[in-house]
């Protein structure tokens, strides 16, 4: 069982930086492949940023050059800088793990991550 908390998340007006953080579980946590989603109401869930398990990285078009991930194994975190915030990036954010993926390649299907956290709400005022 691996458990995921995230945090870092609050009000932010456009154009400034939040980073999100998340702490995980479980010995194995350089093995998983980790991705960070979003979701607004309405809408599915989709993947922002996605890391593998060896540094491969992966980031949605709308918002490639202001997000950076980043993971920290001895410390089983994973995080997500944002910057040059707007107000289409408001919405629900998600830490996910792919914990049995033999691949060192980003994941990314939802389906394929099997551990969520409870999220963290982003709200970036205009």
């Known amino acids: 069982q691996v458990q995921l908390v995230e945090s870092g998340g609050g009000l932010v007006q456009a154009g400034g930086s939040l980073r999100l953080s998340c702490a995980a579980s479980?010995?194995?946590?350089?093995?998983?492949?980790m991705g960070w989603f979003r979701q607004t109401p309405g809408e599915e869930r989709e993947l922002v940023s996605g890391?593998?398990?060896?540094?491969?990285?992966y980031y949605a078009d709308s918002v490639k050059g202001r997000f950076t991930i980043s993971r920290d194994n001895a410390k089983n975190t994973v995080n997500l800088s944002m910057n040059s915030l707007k107000p289409e990036d408001t919405a629900d954010y998600y830490c996910?793990?792919?914990?049995?993926?033999?691949?060192?390649?980003?994941?990314?299907?939802?389906?394929?991550?099997?551990?969520w956290g409870q999220g963290t709400k982003v709200t970036v005022s205009s």
């Open positions: 890391i593998s398990r060896g540094g491969n990285r």
């Open positions: 479980g010995r194995t946590f350089r093995r998983y492949n």
């Open positions: 996910a793990a792919d914990t049995d993926s033999v691949y060192d390649l980003v994941t990314f299907r939802r389906a394929e991550y099997d551990y």
